[in-house]
């Protein structure tokens, strides 16, 4: 049988605010154990929760960047259950009246296919503390620095239908928080995360089947794997005759597998009702109005520009919006260049990216500025080294050997440009391989290739290659 | 509607309380009598009634994104009954 698989996410962004969704102490990241949780954090009794402003601002920036709706009124709600990194035995966050609601994405499935995917809501809410289960002589312990860090939980339709697509659409979200500066995207940290709902139906029928929820996701390597596993596992499961129980399931990367959580009866049962503690919160169309005025340029708008003024094809455009930083710096060597969009393009996204992914590094510690590598394109425009050498050139730069020109004029990189001198040289060529000329005279003009290999080797690279076939072509007729 | 043993004890493991097995009867009886005394409000027509989230006819008031809380660590671990190395420890949750 033909299985679809349909996956829905719910990711957690953590809002980068400096202090917590209802408390005033910091959310600094790695400071020493509970100097960073107060009587609010704690759930000590008499404590209130005051709402951060920062965190509804975030929260409604989202909203816009997502077409979604943007709530006039929500509510704050409990979600009651106990573990002991959750003090107050319950978390703040929001059920029935989420902050913003029904927005969709687009995503790029592939190079000509382009899928929306819906959001169902985003939701506030408090994340709870941190507990350590190992060596406190069988006890566990507990950091509350992290309990009531600001989460805004997105959580999408179920949309997607391959663990391909909800990679690309959790990367979506991830470069869309960042551009709104709403979040650090630091998946390490735990900054990002995700849980993804999987199930599988017959291929044509249109009731989903049950599903798993995958828990605490933290790389999209991860994402894409454990869906796959756990979509081998339900198929496998169906096609022997099991069904697919409701559950919980940890990924484990380790073993290349998913399994159950130990869970109790009961565990899902949250008895959700409205916070006494927080108020509703009214948002007004001024304040929206106002939000609306801090977007950023959004990664469709400057994709769509990126194809209209650089000439780049969607694809390239959409590779070079990912993230601000990439676009930036895309943009910062078109400028040097003077205007080189295409060639630009294809050096950031080629040998730049390249060597990026090879040394691990992020395009924010490049070890070519825009400024170098935009100047070695000028380079390029203007004739005076091929594209090939230009290799040579870019390697040297990454080394840190200087600009493109230096590197250019101390390594004698330059063209030859000058006819006469590369006549010279063809006619060398042309004497040392008559054998290979006889060839070609009889017709098998494919030899045509071995001269022109001859003669660049003998100018190490640096003719014109353009020039050489012409040039090439001309004597070896005569 | 009359509640079940079986539901009071649901919902007694939920809220983390031990009662006792000879009790059961008896709150079953008294959160019953809970639950019809509230249901009176089933009898309302509420259609066009917005649900209310709060008795306070006011909005939330938002603060400023400022750390003002300094660190009380010491403090607040002097009423815990175990810590170490500036961590609370309870007995082992694992899941």
């Given amino acids: 049988m033909e299985w679809e698989t349909v996956i829905g996410l719910e990711i957690h962004a953590q809002l980068a605010t400096r202090s917590k969704i209802f408390s005033a102490a910091s959310t600094r990241y790695g400071?020493?154990?509970n100097t960073q949780a107060c009587a609010v954090d704690?759930?000590?009794?008499?404590?209130?929760?005051?709402?951060n402003a920062e965190v509804v601002r975030m929260a409604v920036k989202f909203g816009l960047a997502t077409h979604s709706s943007v709530a006039p009124r929500s509510v704050f709600a409990r979600k009651n259950y106990f573990y002991p990194d959750l003090p107050k035995g319950y978390q703040i966050s929001q059920y029935e009246l989420p902050i913003v609601h029904d927005g969709y994405l687009d995503i790029e499935v592939d190079e000509d296919t382009v899928k929306r995917i819906g959001i169902t809501r985003a939701h506030l809410e408090e994340d709870a503390g941190k507990s350590l289960h190992e060596d406190f002589h069988g006890l566990t312990g507990i950091d509350l620095n992290r309990a009531g860090t600001p989460l805004l939980e997105i959580v999408s339709e179920p949309d997607?239908?391959?663990?391909?697509?909800?990679?690309?659409?959790?990367?979506?979200i991830h470069s869309l928080v960042q551009y709104l500066g709403i979040c650090?995207?630091?998946m390490q940290e735990g900054s990002f995360r995700c849980d993804a709902n999987v199930s599988v139906r017959p291929q044509g029928q249109e009731a989903f089947?049950?599903?798993?929820?995958?828990?605490?996701?933290?790389?999209?390597?991860?994402?894409?794997?454990?869906?796959?596993?756990?979509?081998e596992r339900q198929i496998a499961l169906l096609e022997s005759g099991g069904t697919v129980v409701q559950e919980t399931r940890l990924f484990d990367a380790d073993r290349h597998e998913t399994r159950p959580m130990r869970t109790k009866e009961e565990a899902n049962d949250y008895r959700y009702f409205p916070d006494p503690d927080l108020l509703p919160v009214e948002i007004d169309p001024a304040f929206i109005a106002e939000v609306t005025q801090t977007l950023p340029e959004l990664p469709e708008v400057k994709k769509q520009r990126f194809m209209d003024d650089y000439g780049l094809s969607a694809y390239d455009a959409g590779v070079l919006t990912a993230t601000r930083e990439l676009g930036d710096y895309f943009e910062a060597v078109v400028g040097v260049s003077g205007g080189l969009g295409k060639l630009s393009a294809n050096w950031v996204m080629g040998e730049l990216s390249g060597a990026l992914n090879k040394?691990?590094?992020?395009?924010g510690s490049s070890p070519v500025s825009a400024e170098a590598l935009g100047g070695m394109l000028r380079r390029i425009e203007d004739g005076t080294i091929s594209g090939k050498i230009a290799k040579q050139v870019f390697e040297a730069l990454w080394a840190g050997a200087g600009s493109a020109d230096e590197v250019i004029e101390s390594q004698g990189l330059m063209q030859i440009t000058d006819s006469s001198a590369i006549e010279d040289i063809i006619r060398g060529v042309l004497e040392n391989s008559p054998k290979q000329v006889e060839q070609y005279r009889t017709g098998q003009e494919k030899v045509f290739g071995y001269f022109v290999g001859q003669v660049m080797k003998a100018t190490q690279g640096k003719a014109n290659p353009k020039q050489v076939n012409e040039l090439l072509k001309k004597m070896i007729n005569d | 509607m009359a509640l079940e043993a079986q539901e009071?004890?649901?919902i007694a493991h939920l809220a983390r309380l031990g009662i006792d097995p000879d009790d059961i009867s008896e709150y079953a009886r008294n959160l019953s009598?809970?639950?019809?005394?509230?249901?009176?409000?089933?009898?309302?027509?509420?259609r066009g009634v917005e649900p209310l989230a709060h008795p306070l006819d006011a909005t939330q008031r938002l603060r400023p994104d400022v750390v003002t809380e300094t660190d009380e660590r010491e403090n607040f671990l002097r009423n815990a009954p175990l810590t170490e190395a500036g961590l609370y420890l309870v007995p082992k949750v694992i899941e």
């Fill in chain 1, 31 to 33: 400071a020493e154990p």
């Fill in chain 1, 42 to 51: 704690l759930g000590l009794p008499g404590v209130l929760p005051v709402l």
């Fill in chain 1, 160 to 172: 997607m239908r391959s663990a391909k697509e909800a990679v690309a659409y959790m990367k979506k």
């Fill in chain 1, 184 to 186: 650090d995207g630091n």
């Fill in chain 1, 209 to 231: 089947g049950t599903r798993a929820e995958l828990k605490n996701i933290n790389s999209f390597r991860f994402v894409e794997q454990a869906i796959n596993y756990e979509v």
């Fill in chain 1, 359 to 363: 040394a691990g590094l992020e395009i």
């Fill in chain 2, 8 to 10: 009071v004890e649901k």
């Fill in chain 2, 33 to 46: 009598d809970i639950l019809a005394f509230v249901e009176q409000l089933n009898s309302v027509d509420t």
